[in-house]
């Protein structure tokens, strides 16, 4: 059951397309009528995100419930994490090489009593979610709750455990399946619906942006978006380029593969509202739908690779700006620290920030939290690349943990990539084409 055709997928493309141009275009030149067109793009956001949560619900449930070893569940989620953990550490490591090398804060030379702490207060009197609250989270104090609320990794939770639960009731839990089958046929559909409604959100999320900020504020810390950019091109051509030869695969064939969802991430700067069709297409291409299931949503938790490249980004240009030297301990510190406050940076409104002035806080005063406003002129000019980067990582993550698995037919996964069905599908194509 094809929910949006290949014809209509091409067109869908083709607005998309327009929408982002038209949006800028508007922003540019009418500012004020840009910023206007914001409910265009948050509305079609808030509509991918109410349907994410059941999504992933039956995804999960229905997957794990046919499995044959519940063991499989709590290995593939294992090596995820491991993947994830790696990747991440990998991800980190380079941005702090170029942001040393290139130094994109040196010459600013700003002084540090002449921050507005104001601007940066809220962030920085945030509480930070550590180690333990962040686990704690998981687990939602109603199921209820964790669906109104949209808890992705809460919702995954229980979904795992609901799984189990009727893999161990054998045919008394067929029927269950069946339902939670035919419940999910429906909510591809409405996906099917939401995202022709995806150029109408690209051209209003742009529009605000362009209108909003201005490109003119491109221009004054260009040297940081630069670096920022070609640190995010370097993990996706060279790091997971690497994995995906390791694989059997050419990266450029998998780009390619989600270019309908770049275009949407690229509209609307938000990796989740590519997520559902993104979960398609990596079923379409082999992935189960258990191990689909598992791993997209946790990449979506833990393998924040734009996200943990802009972290170490903006801590070395400040520093540098502020004329503060770090050595190659302090960035080793940096990344130990990271490796465990990004973790909670998908889960909090305004997290990104939140972790930088949390990670700032554990190095004893020695780059001051309130430098974290040299960069806020710019990070919505930069929240493109992190989703885009984001999103790809997850996209080559599931298929690496497929073939970890041994679960991961690369003639067909080749043959999908040579020649794609169509563009834009939902998971209902993988299941029932």
Same mark, same amino acid.
Request: aromatic share 8%; charged share 15%; net charge neutral.
């Given at each position: 059951?094809?929910?949006?055709?290949?014809?209509?997928?091409?067109?869908?493309?083709?607005? #998309?397309?327009?929408?982002?141009?038209?949006?800028?275009?508007?922003?540019?030149?009418?500012?004020?009528?840009?910023?206007?067109?914001?409910?265009?793009?948050?509305?079609?956001?808030?509509?991918?995100?109410?349907?994410?949560?059941?999504?992933?619900?039956?995804?999960?449930?229905?997957?794990?419930?046919?499995?044959?070893?519940?063991?499989?569940?709590?290995?593939?989620?294992?090596?995820?994490?491991?993947?994830?953990?790696?990747? /991440?550490?990998?991800?980190?490591?380079?941005?702090?090489?170029?942001?040393?090398?290139?130094?994109?804060?040196?010459?600013?030379?700003?002084?540090?009593? /002449?921050? $507005?702490?104001?601007?940066?207060?809220?962030?920085?009197?945030?509480?930070?979610?550590?180690?333990?609250?962040?686990?704690?989270?998981?687990?939602?104090?109603? #199921?209820?709750?964790?669906?109104?609320?949209?808890?992705?990794?809460?919702?995954?939770?229980?979904? #795992?455990?609901?799984?189990?639960?009727?893999?161990?009731?054998?045919?008394?839990?067929?029927?269950?399946?069946?339902?939670?089958?035919?419940?999910?046929?429906?909510?591809?559909?409405?996906?099917?619906?939401?995202?022709?409604?995806?150029?109408?959100?690209?051209?209003?999320?742009?529009?605000?942006?362009?209108?909003?900020?201005?490109?003119?504020?491109?221009?004054?810390?260009?040297?940081?978006?630069?670096?920022?950019?070609?640190?995010?091109?370097?993990?996706?051509?060279?790091?997971?380029?690497?994995?995906?030869?390791?694989?059997?695969?050419?990266?450029?064939?998998?780009?390619?593969?989600?270019?309908?969802?770049?275009?949407?991430?690229?509209?609307?700067?938000?990796?989740?509202?590519?997520?559902?069709?993104?979960?398609?297409?990596?079923?379409?291409?082999?992935?189960?739908?258990?191990?689909?299931?598992?791993?997209?949503?946790?990449?979506?938790?833990?393998?924040?690779?734009?996200?943990?490249?802009?972290?170490?980004?903006?801590?070395? %240009?400040?520093?540098?700006?502020?004329?503060?030297?770090?050595?190659?301990? $302090?960035?080793?510190?940096?990344?130990?620290?990271?490796?465990?406050?990004?973790?909670?940076?998908?889960?909090?409104?305004?997290?990104?920030?939140?972790?930088?002035?949390?990670?700032?806080?554990?190095?004893?005063?020695?780059?001051?939290?309130?430098?974290?406003?040299?960069?806020?002129?710019? $990070?919505? %000019?930069?929240?493109?690349?992190?989703?885009?980067?984001?999103? %790809?990582?997850?996209?080559?993550?599931?298929?690496?943990?497929?073939?970890?698995?041994?679960?991961?037919?690369?003639?067909?996964?080749?043959?999908?990539?040579?020649?794609?069905?169509?563009?834009?599908? /939902?998971?209902?194509?993988?299941?029932?084409?």
């Amino acid at each position: 059951m094809a929910v949006v055709t290949a014809k209509a997928s091409k067109s869908l493309y083709i607005q #998309v397309i327009l929408g982002v141009l038209i949006g800028a275009a508007l922003g540019h030149f009418w500012p004020s009528l840009g910023v206007q067109m914001q409910p265009f793009g948050d509305g079609f956001i808030k509509l991918v995100r109410m349907i994410i949560a059941p999504i992933i619900f039956v995804t999960v449930v229905v997957g794990i419930a046919k499995l044959s070893d519940a063991r499989e569940v709590g290995r593939i989620g294992l090596k995820a994490i491991i993947y994830f953990e790696v990747l /991440t550490t990998a991800a980190m490591a380079i941005s702090l090489v170029v942001g040393h090398v290139i130094r994109p804060g040196a010459g600013l030379n700003v002084d540090p009593a /002449t921050l $507005d702490k104001s601007a940066v207060a809220r962030y920085a009197n945030a509480p930070h979610q550590g180690v333990a609250d962040f686990l704690l989270n998981i687990i939602p104090n109603t #199921v209820v709750d964790a669906f109104a609320r949209g808890e992705i990794l809460q919702v995954l939770l229980f979904a #795992v455990l609901f799984g189990l639960g009727l893999s161990r009731m054998g045919k008394n839990g067929k029927q269950v399946v069946h339902f939670l089958d035919q419940a999910g046929g429906a909510l591809f559909e409405v996906i099917g619906l939401i995202m022709r409604l995806a150029p109408l959100g690209a051209f209003g999320a742009m529009a605000f942006t362009i209108g909003r900020y201005g490109i003119g504020a491109l221009a004054q810390l260009g040297l940081l978006m630069l670096c920022f950019y070609l640190t995010c091109a370097l993990f996706i051509f060279v790091v997971l380029g690497l994995v995906a030869r390791v694989i059997g695969l050419n990266i450029l064939k998998i780009l390619r593969y989600v270019k309908e969802e770049f275009l949407i991430v690229l509209g609307t700067s938000s990796s989740e509202a590519a997520m559902p069709t993104l979960m398609g297409k990596l079923e379409r291409l082999g992935c189960g739908q258990s191990l689909v299931g598992l791993t997209v949503p946790l990449g979506y938790a833990f393998n924040l690779d734009g996200s943990s490249i802009y972290f170490t980004m903006a801590i070395a %240009f400040i520093a540098q700006a502020l004329n503060i030297p770090l050595s190659w301990g $302090d960035y080793i510190l940096i990344l130990a620290v990271l490796l465990l406050t990004s973790k909670g940076a998908a889960t909090v409104t305004g997290g990104g920030f939140i972790t930088l002035a949390a990670t700032l806080a554990t190095m004893n005063g020695k780059v001051p939290v309130a430098g974290m406003v040299l960069v806020l002129g710019v $990070d919505r %000019f930069m929240s493109e690349a992190r989703a885009i980067t984001n999103l %790809f990582g997850n996209t080559v993550a599931t298929l690496f943990v497929a073939w970890w698995e041994g679960a991961l037919d690369l003639d067909h996964v080749r043959r999908e990539l040579d020649h794609p069905a169509s563009g834009i599908e /939902t998971p209902a194509t993988a299941v029932e084409a």
